[in-house]
């Protein structure tokens, strides 16, 4: 006989270990383990319906990640795992049996055409900067349900299944003038006021500031902001990256600086702060980080809350300090000499008036 | 003017197209080393270089890629589905399920991002969302493998009589599926019926008669009739298949455990030894006494 039948083990249940009487006087050789497994639910579809796979977007824009048009990437060179592909290959050992199974009709809920078709919607004009929208009312159904309907055609319904495409067209060139009318009579103030929000383009202003030749790159709408959480990426090298904030004007504001200081496996960042107020600058507050790949993008974040000022390089804490003096303005960069810091990918989110919204940022 | 801007891009080749036409060569890494240089790069491009990086297997690389894209676009679907793929595969359940909701939320009609949300609910012991998961899943493409999932999350929430029902109608649909035999085995040992153990190990078998699961259903199935014969025959053959079950598992486990003491494994040995001996002899002609 079997001494121990340890038929038991999960959800709370004792595993042998919970015997210990009878399991500190036997000595056991062999354990057979029978593990509930489900690798089923990732193989292959081998069903012969197989979902549509959703093409990657491609921006069109570059400085942005936003304004997406569709287009398909190559992926002939391996078979990458896609998620939505779905393949239609039945196994070859599956003898498979018929069972009657009756079509399960009735679909999640799904969003509107429109925001499901993005070839549906208007093109953008420009490259708009993305708002991030959080997402919320997760559990929110629409009325997306399909309902198949078995009556047979009216004449109404013959009608339209016969021109139903150029209905579609007409609908499409009614709602093309509708928009140009619109257009050309002017948005309304809440709707300009989107816009400002959003196209901002001509939102930067150069200015020359001290010490001499140093000139700031300010971001206007920042302007009166207290609080922000600026992020960014960045391709390391020796001129750094040099960002203003809390900017009142070119006389008084705060810095940050990095640079690389030391290239290769072992690369090394000097993250620097300091102020400028009334024309004086003080000395420089630095810190040497070490960076795992000198060669790869460094996504810097910088979050001012009140007089607290974090430092954030590849979502680890790198500094952080307090300094109370300047209570609000203007986000920019500034360069010393003319030498304009490589950045990509610019965000910035404002926390400091109950709401937090949050801009890609296109650099002037 | 944008002083950010590289001055050299306007001489040297665009690097995303570069990098196209080499992944298209079938040269992925010097596509991506083509991005892989200073300059101010599209969404387009960090997916190109996510790609890359999925395709060359450095998936931490990718992730972070794929999220830089998401943090600009939370609602890029591909993006977060990469990403969510990415996070699964460094098995971060927890932030690859909420890769996996933004897509759903995002697009209900992804049936396979759901099955792999749902998986992350039972890797996370979450069986009521999974089963849930599994619920929603409405497209032919997914039904057979939601089946399966369903009956795995009602395995893991006990319904064991579901669940059995449901294995079994994947089984008549796709009567190949070891999995679902070899979860059944799991299902019957946890109430120890040992028919049942006897009957889906022997079904598993012939499907399959490499089957370790099956071999040691039916060894620990023998051994409890005290048939060692039998017992020694299945428990030496799932030896040679699985050899680690020679090995106290190092890690506790949920899975059922069923262990053999030394008093029971030398009778199998000494089975073992008499029937060699009784094939020898036969073998060389002699007559047993």
Redesign the interface.
Known sequence: ???????????GLS???SRPGAASQ??????????????????P???????VA?????????????A?VP?P??????P???????D?IR?A?????W?M?V??M??????SVA??SPAAAPAPVAPAP?T??L?QA?TAKLP?QLTPSFTLHSAEDQFVARYWSQIVLAAIAIVALGCLIWGLSGPSPAARSAMSSTVNTANWSHQPALPAERSL?LYEPSRGEPDYRM?F?W?P?AAGVGWVFRTRDANNYYAAHLSLQQRGAAGVLMAEHFSVLAGAESAHSRKVIPLENA???V?VQMVAAGSAFKLLLNDHPADSWTDARLNTGVFGFY?DGGR??????L?LTFTGNAVSRTA?VQ?? | MNPFRNAASSTAPDPVQLALALRAQGRPQEALDALSIPNEFGADAYILRGDLQFELGRIEQAAETYLAVTEGDPDHVYAQGQLGLCLYRLNLWEAAASAFEVVIQTDPHRDEVRLQLADCHLRLKRFEAALACFDECWSEGSRRRALFGKAVALQLLRRLDEAEKLYERLLTIDPAAEEALANLIAMSMEVFELARVQKYSQRLLEINSRSAVALKGLALAAIERMDYTAAARYFHRALELEPEIMHQPAQPSDAVEYRISRKIFDNLEETRRKQKFKTARASNGAQPR
């Not at chain 1, 990458?80 to 779905?86: K, R, S």
């Not at chain 1, 009735?106 to 969003?111: D, E, G, L, N």
């Not at chain 1, 304009?340 to 990918?345: D, S």
Request: without cysteine; aromatic residues 6%; proline residues 8%.
């Open positions: 006989m079997v001494d121990v039948k340890s038929a038991i083990a999960r959800l595993t042998t270990s036997i000595e056991y050789l062999a354990w057979f383990s029978f593990p509930v497994t489900w690798t089923y639910i990732n193989g579809a081998s069903e012969s319906v197989s979902e959703l093409k990657p977007r491609l921006a069109s824009s570059l400085l942005t990640l936003s997406i287009a990437l190559s992926r002939s060179v391996a990458l795992e896609v998620v939505g592909a779905a239609g196994p050992s599956s003898a498979t049996r069972e199974m079509p399960k009735v679909r999640p809920p799904a969003k925001t499901l993305v991030r929208v997402a997760a997306g790159t992020e990426s391709v090298d060669a790869s993008l996504k360069d304009p810091p490589k950045v990509l990918a965000s890609m650099l002037p």
